[in-house]
């Protein structure tokens, strides 16, 4: 779809398949196992809409959950003819709550001079590609896109403060796995203490869900940020306490006793 057209969204299979988080491949079953809706054909291009995408997160989530691809095919045939069978319409609107992102992050494209004018000489083959394969930036024909604004920013930040951007890398790369490890944490406790079984979910559990995850959102993130905060400052005052005991400062030594012989008898 040209870029200039007014009007919805729509994707090449590629662009789709990048936009869910799927490999193509996987898109591809999931059409042929009639998942997704026929795209729409011109010449022999076929184009999928913002609902296409849409059902692809509905899959995704379904899958999260522990569906098998039968059943959600099952309950996606219900859904498409009309019968809620116990809720599945409900369930199935669930999917803007369940995938709509967490994340308010921006991406940014840049040229390879852009790149350059936010690194320096710190942009290396080696650098480039540990940046692709932490995920913080994709290639799009002559053009970099990195995944957020505020990330970009931070690490040109820190390269510019004197910290080696493979360092910064490295630094993500572990701070990657910390955060997955507590996105784990948040996710189980919402999937025990909030959503509970899908399966048995009725028309008013779907409405006090959606109503919970969008509550719940800044409220993960603000427990991250104060917690961060919090080990930060203990952090630093033991660096210090460290610091501190390894050098004693000069001035506070330890005095002589009085001279005996000079105290009055």
């Known amino acids: 779809m040209d870029d200039n057209e007014t009007g919805p969204r729509e994707y090449r299979v ?3 398949a990048e936009a869910a988080g799927i490999p193509v491949r996987t898109l591809r079953f999931y059409r042929e196992r009639r998942l997704l809706p026929p795209p729409r054909r011109e010449g022999r291009i076929a184009w999928y809409s913002e609902d296409h995408l849409a059902r692809l997160r509905t899959i995704s989530a379904l899958l999260e959950r522990g569906h098998t691809l039968g059943g959600i ?3 996606i045939a219900a859904w498409e003819q009309g019968r809620t069978l116990d809720g599945v319409a409900e369930r199935l609107g669930l999917e803007g709550a369940l995938t709509s ?3 308010e992050e921006t991406p940014v494209r840049l040229s390879p001079q ?3 004018d936010y690194f320096g000489e710190d942009i290396s083959p080696e650098n480039l590609t540990n940046s692709l394969e932490i995920g913080y ?3 799009d024909g002559e053009y970099v896109v990195h995944v957020s604004r505020r990330l970009l920013d931070a690490s040109a930040a820190l ?3 004197g910290v080696p951007l493979s360092a910064v890398l490295a630094a993500g790369r572990e701070v990657r796995s910390h955060v997955d490890a507590m996105a784990d944490l948040f996710t189980q406790v919402i999937k025990t203490h909030v959503i509970g079984d899908l399966g048995a979910l009725t028309p008013d559990d779907a409405h006090r869900i959606t109503e919970s995850l969008h509550r719940l959102r800044p409220l993960a993130k603000n427990i991250v940020d104060a917690e961060m905060s919090l080990a930060m400052d203990r952090r630093v005052r033991a660096e210090i306490d460290t610091w501190m005991r390894s050098h004693p400062d000069p001035a506070v030594g330890e005095h002589p006793d009085p001279d005996p012989a000079g105290q009055e008898a």
Request: hydrophobic share 55%; glycine share 0%.
């Open 73 to 75: 095919a099952e309950l």
């Open 159 to 161: 390269v510019h403060e």
């Open 137 to 139: 930036i994709a290639v």
């Open 101 to 103: 992102p967490w994340s």
């Open 14 to 16: 590629e662009e789709l």
């Open 114 to 116: 852009e790149l350059a």
